[in-house]
């Protein structure tokens, strides 16, 4: 089957022939039909995010369950589902608490190599490859999902989506009424405009330096798009939330809160980065929150996203800039690189 591999040390990414095994036990085979390209694949080519190699790009997908393993109860074959790249263990603290993204025993995304490329054996990405024909992953990692969706817009909810909205709605619980501010208008800050749309925020400040982003961030639902956030917000906002994952960009989204605002840090700088502020800031009850895959609880999640798509209360259409085959995989990653995607999909699905 086709998939898009990742040799490391910065070699060019490309369509090469991988081989899947079969199921094993709690384990379920998925045909993705859809996959978002995310800003995470581009940071493992770059080195960003260090991941071990060979490995099967993708995170970002949807499917329908094609084969079982012994001891699958969750899902069948013929489901549709969306990929989870949540590992948890389900029995901890954490997890018992519905807090699976601080779970203390996670299995090790870095430990699963599924694929087989020229003889060798390829890691798995994130807990799903969603730039495969067939990926194999854990029953936790398929999540049931209404099918009226369309494939390329249920991939969304795998990442950005729930990334975006959950960091709003999950993690900074913004209040009906608060105001807040998006830095950085990729798929995951225009989910945060999103995510804040439904929490009732009262002025959603967009924030970035391209202008057919601000222009679909209103479209999404920003009440404003210009940079006077300490005017706009009488004095600061209560939430702001950092979707680039630039230091330069998390210091001035610190700087923009208000009293007992809080900022949450979204996006995702090079691993073992440093960040140098003025303690006092934080003065005046501010906060800075770390935030993992939009402290998601996904069976309940991504149902909750895909009811509201199907009801038209979040915009999921709007967010796919254009869609692509997968072996047009490097033009994909130019455009991400070149910021012209709020999302590239990949249709895996010849007849689709
Ligand atoms: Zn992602
Ligand atoms: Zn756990």
Redesign the pocket.
């Known amino acids: 089957m086709r998939a898009v591999v990742y040799h490391g040390g910065g070699r060019p990414v490309g369509v090469e022939d991988v081989r899947v095994k079969d199921p094993g036990v709690g384990e379920v085979r998925v045909l993705i039909k859809a996959a978002g390209l995310c800003h995470s694949d581009l940071s493992v080519i770059d080195g960003s995010i260090p991941y071990p190699t060979p490995v099967v790009l993708g995170h970002e997908g949807a499917g329908v369950v094609e084969a079982v393993g012994p001891g699958v109860v969750a899902v069948k074959e013929g489901d549709a589902v969306v990929l989870s790249t949540l590992a948890?263990?389900?029995?901890?603290?954490?997890?018992?608490t519905g807090r699976?993204t601080e779970?203390?025993?996670?299995p090790n995304p870095k430990d699963t190599q599924p694929f087989t490329v020229n003889g060798r054996p390829a890691y798995q990405f994130a807990n799903a490859s969603a730039f495969a024909e067939r990926t194999v992953v854990r029953e936790q990692s398929a999540i049931p999902i209404d099918p009226r969706v369309p494939f390329d817009r249920a991939a969304l909810i795998g990442c950005g989506i729930m990334t975006g909205v959950g960091a709003v709605v999950n993690r900074a619980k913004v209040e009906t009424g608060a105001t807040m501010a998006v830095f950085g208008l990729g798929g995951i800050g225009l989910s945060c405009v999103q995510g804040g749309v439904l929490a009732g925020a009262s002025k959603i400040v967009a924030v970035d330096v391209v202008a057919e982003k601000l222009a679909l961030a209103r479209r999404l639902g920003a009440t404003h798009t210009v940079d006077a956030i300490k005017d706009l917000t009488g004095g600061g906002a209560d939430y702001t939330f950092e979707a680039v994952g630039s230091l330069a960009v998390i210091k001035q989204a610190l700087e923009a809160l208000g009293p007992g605002g809080a900022l949450t840090i979204v996006g995702v700088p090079k691993l073992g980065s440093s960040l140098e502020f003025v303690v006092h800031a934080l003065y005046q009850n501010k906060a800075i929150l770390g935030c993992r895959y939009g402290t998601a609880r996904p069976r309940r999640d991504f149902a909750l996203l895909a009811d509201l798509y199907l009801g038209g209360r979040l915009k999921i259409d709007e967010l796919i800039t254009q869609h692509y085959a997968l072996e047009e995989f490097p033009r994909a990653l130019e455009d991400l690189k070149q910021a012209r995607l709020a999302r590239g999909v990949f249709l895996l699905d010849r007849a689709a």
């Open positions: 948890h263990c389900g029995r901890c603290a954490a997890c018992e699976a779970c203390r025993n996670a």
